[in-house]
């Protein structure tokens, strides 16, 4: 989106550290999306006719930086209500479902600088309101949402030192039902059985059912040495489990406490065999809101580059077996197997036509025989100044010993609360082959292609369950306990597993479908940007992706390969135009 550098919130950086994300407030793809309920629709039809995006019916937008350093961004949007036909599941007349409905966006970001930019200082707040006229929609998306925080930027000592940091608020609302989809999504988990957290002042940690609202915080802190031979950092970043921000921006996940500590020195001056050279070690670790470790690792990383200007890059992770309190999808607590992981990247030098570059990822589980294998080659060729080409093919071979495969109800599993959490090993590869042109042919005048084929496939096996929550240890069906057995797929039904947990035991047996994958996807697009007149842009955008699956884990490129170009494409043309408005 132009300008969009406007609603940048949070200043999140870091020198070394990962499964973490930074605190922002918008992300613009909410505005005009597919309907919400397109899925729902198609779930309960045998036909559907829905919508493949939501009208955006007017928006405004006003970006700007005024003489006395403020930085301000102001947008607001109303999209249309969408309905779609349908034909219901086991036949019966034609029927209509509001798939999204009328609602309206602001987001608002004013920031200021200070001290010759040394200091800055902001507010942001968000907006989201619906008009839910239909039980379906109100029981499924939610009325309101708003979020507000402030963040700010401070650097001294000629820039060598700086804190950053970020508190943000949401509070969402709607009817119970929803409310309570919200608390028992992934991103909560509101509902596991072992919670023991149930206050935490103003903001939401229990699960309430009959909740109509959900109140929560995230925040960020960073303070760093970023300059000099020796530099450092710490920092921390905590969502509440009531913090959600969904409807305008993006969450994965909530409720956990996680930081960080990096040191490292450089060496800017060249040596005999370096022109430049850096190391750096540290750590970072993650705690739940119940006070449970979810995440620990150290890690130590070295780059370099060398007299010639090729570069290399490597680092090692080491990360020991840890509570998991995702895993088992709103279950207990159980442990996840740690790795230790290797990476090393060399490239060639970059000033010239072609460019070469090499990444191989190894990793090596701790407490499982399992391994992953990454490779990801490259080259970028300048045939000419205007022209720039890049090829990055990738190939990921995986396994996890705990693949989440399904939850039955059982009243026997007393030790998980009347569930039982099957889990399996899965093997699965991955290919995919980026391509990107870009092509100058005037300053007023580019274009860029981009093209991505992409196959990937999973193969699952031993299927069980932990022999108990806060543990890492599996009892394999037919193998450890119980018994299980396989049913092909015919020309009516896909293949399923018959497990018994305990064979001649009291447990009941349960089927589940074989879930075995293979998923194919070719996505391209094209753009031309053409500028018009000083500051005014109109670009000409062609899109087309095609997807496939089969029910299988094998992976045949062959196959697939051919398969990709039998899917059925879909073709997206779009025009915009910028016009600049100045003195």
């Given at each position: 989106m132009a300008g969009s550098s406007a609603f940048d919130f949070g200043n999140f950086s870091c020198n070394f550290c990962s499964n973490t994300s930074s605190l922002d407030i918008f992300y613009s793809r909410r505005i005009g999306r597919p309907p919400q309920l397109n899925p729902y629709v198609s779930n309960v039809a045998d036909f559907a006719d829905t919508p493949d995006n939501t009208t955006i019916l007017g928006a405004g937008k006003i970006t700007g930086r005024t003489k006395s350093g403020f930085t301000m961004g102001f947008l607001d949007a109303l999209t249309n209500r969408e309905t779609a036909r349908y034909i219901p599941a086991g036949g019966g007349p034609e029927q209509t479902q509001q798939v999204e409905p009328l609602s309206n966006y602001f987001v608002g970001r004013v920031k200021k600088d200070l001290n010759q930019g040394a200091t800055t200082i902001g507010g942001a707040f968000t907006s989201t309101l619906r008009q839910l006229s239909d039980t379906v929609v109100a029981d499924r998306l939610r009325r309101r949402a708003?979020?507000?925080?402030?963040?700010?930027?401070?650097?001294?000592?000629?820039?060598?030192?700086?804190?950053?940091?970020?508190?943000?608020?949401?509070?969402?609302?709607?009817?119970?039902?929803?409310?309570?989809?919200?608390?028992?999504?992934?991103?909560?988990?509101?509902?596991?059985?072992?919670?023991?957290?149930?206050?935490?002042?103003?903001?939401?940690?229990?699960?309430?059912?009959?909740?109509?609202?959900?109140?929560?915080?995230?925040?960020?802190?960073?303070?760093?040495?970023?300059?000099?031979?020796?530099?450092?950092?710490?920092?921390?970043?905590?969502?509440?489990?009531?913090?959600?921000?969904?409807?305008?921006?993006?969450?994965?996940?909530?409720?956990?406490?996680?930081?960080?500590?990096?040191?490292?020195?450089?060496?800017?001056?060249?040596?005999?065999?370096?022109?430049?050279?850096?190391?750096?070690?540290?750590?970072?670790?993650?705690?739940?809101?119940?006070?449970?470790?979810?995440?620990?690792?150290?890690?130590?990383?070295?780059?370099?580059?060398?007299?010639?200007?090729?570069?290399?890059?490597?680092?090692v992770i080491h990360r020991p077996?840890?509570?998991?309190?995702?895993?088992?999808?709103?279950?207990?607590?159980?442990?996840?197997?740690?790795?230790?992981?290797?990476?090393?990247?060399?490239?060639?030098?970059?000033?010239?036509?072609?460019?070469?570059?090499?990444?191989?990822?190894?990793?090596?589980?701790?407490?499982?025989?399992?391994?992953?294998?990454?490779?990801?080659?490259?080259?970028?060729?300048?045939?000419?100044?205007?022209?720039?080409?890049?090829?990055?093919?990738?190939?990921?071979?995986?396994?996890?010993?705990?693949?989440?495969?399904?939850?039955?109800?059982?009243?026997?599993?007393?030790?998980?609360?009347?569930?039982?959490?099957?889990?399996?090993?899965?093997?699965?590869?991955?290919?995919s082959l980026d391509t990107r042109v870009n092509w100058t042919f005037s300053p007023n005048l580019t274009l860029q292609l981009f093209m991505q084929p992409f196959i990937a496939s999973g193969a699952y096996s031993q299927f069980g369950e932990f022999v108990a929550p806060r543990t890492f240890q599996r009892a394999i069906y037919g193998q450890d306990v119980g018994t299980i057995t396989r049913t092909p797929a015919t020309a009516v039904s896909s293949a399923t597993y018959t497990a018994d947990p305990d064979g001649a035991g009291p447990a009941p047996a349960f089927s589940f479908g074989d879930p075995d994958f293979t998923f194919r996807s070719l996505i391209g697009n094209a753009v031309v940007r053409w500028e018009y007149r000083p500051g005014s842009t109109v670009f000409f955008v062609w899109t087309q992706s095609r997807t496939g699956s089969d029910p299988n884990g094998n992976f045949d490129f062959g196959a697939q390969r051919s398969a990709i170009f039998r899917d059925r494409p879909t073709n997206v043309f779009q025009v915009k135009v910028n016009y600049w408005i100045g003195r």
């Open positions: 708003e979020a507000g925080g402030i963040d700010f930027n401070h650097s001294w000592h000629q820039r060598e030192y700086g804190w950053i940091g970020s508190l943000l608020v949401s509070d969402v609302g709607g009817t119970a039902s929803v409310i309570d989809q919200t608390e028992q999504s992934s991103a909560h988990y509101f509902q596991r059985p072992d919670r023991r957290v149930t206050s935490d002042g103003l903001f939401d940690t229990k699960y309430d059912p009959n909740a109509v609202s959900l109140r929560g915080y995230g925040f960020y802190t960073r303070v760093a040495k970023n300059t000099g031979n020796w530099f450092w950092e710490t920092a921390q970043n905590w969502r509440s489990p009531g913090y959600e921000v969904n409807d305008l921006s993006f969450l994965d996940r909530a409720d956990y406490k996680w930081m960080n500590a990096n040191v490292g020195r450089q060496w800017q001056t060249p040596g005999r065999w370096y022109r430049n050279a850096v190391i750096l070690g540290g750590g970072q670790q993650q705690f739940n809101y119940d006070g449970d470790k979810t995440d620990l690792q150290t890690q130590i990383y070295f780059g370099s580059q060398f007299l010639n200007y090729w570069n290399l890059r490597s680092f077996t840890a509570l998991d309190d995702r895993l088992t999808r709103g279950g207990p607590v159980v442990m996840r197997t740690g790795y230790n992981f290797t990476e090393v990247e060399v490239s060639t030098d970059a000033r010239q036509r072609a460019v070469f570059d090499i990444a191989v990822q190894l990793a090596k589980g701790i407490d499982s025989d399992t391994h992953t294998f990454i490779l990801q080659p490259g080259i970028a060729l300048k045939p000419a100044a205007n022209v720039f080409v890049s090829l990055t093919p990738s190939f990921i071979a995986d396994e996890t010993p705990a693949q989440y495969v399904t939850t039955v109800a059982d009243a026997t599993a007393t030790s998980f609360f009347g569930d039982r959490y099957v889990f399996a090993f899965i093997k699965t590869r991955t290919l």
